[in-house]
């Protein structure tokens, strides 16, 4: 649970599965992923097995990525 992980940091993080089926465009879903990418102190990778969340590809384009 990405709850869990509130106030730790680790050198590595993996978000798995960031989808826009798991993670839809709600205020929740925001909370937890902001959470759980914060929690990388060196490295933060995500994957997904379907089109990224929403509030995925917003953070990417903010930050000039892509998702």
């Given at each position: 649970?990405?709850?869990?992980?509130?106030?730790?940091?680790?050198?590595?993080?993996?978000?798995?599965?960031?989808?826009?089926?798991?993670?839809?465009?709600?205020?929740?879903?925001?909370?937890?992923?902001?959470?759980?990418?914060?929690?990388?102190?060196?490295?933060?990778?995500?994957a997904?097995?379907?089109?990224?969340?929403?509030?995925?590809?917003?953070?990417?384009?903010?930050?000039?990525?892509?998702?």
């Amino acid at each position: 649970e990405i709850e869990q992980a509130k106030g730790l940091e680790f050198d590595y993080v993996v978000l798995a599965d960031v989808s826009a089926q798991s993670f839809p465009d709600t205020p929740a879903s925001r909370r937890l992923l902001h959470v759980g990418a914060t929690r990388a102190v060196h490295q933060l990778w995500l994957a997904s097995t379907g089109p990224a969340s929403k509030v995925v590809r917003e953070a990417a384009e903010r930050a000039g990525g892509r998702a």
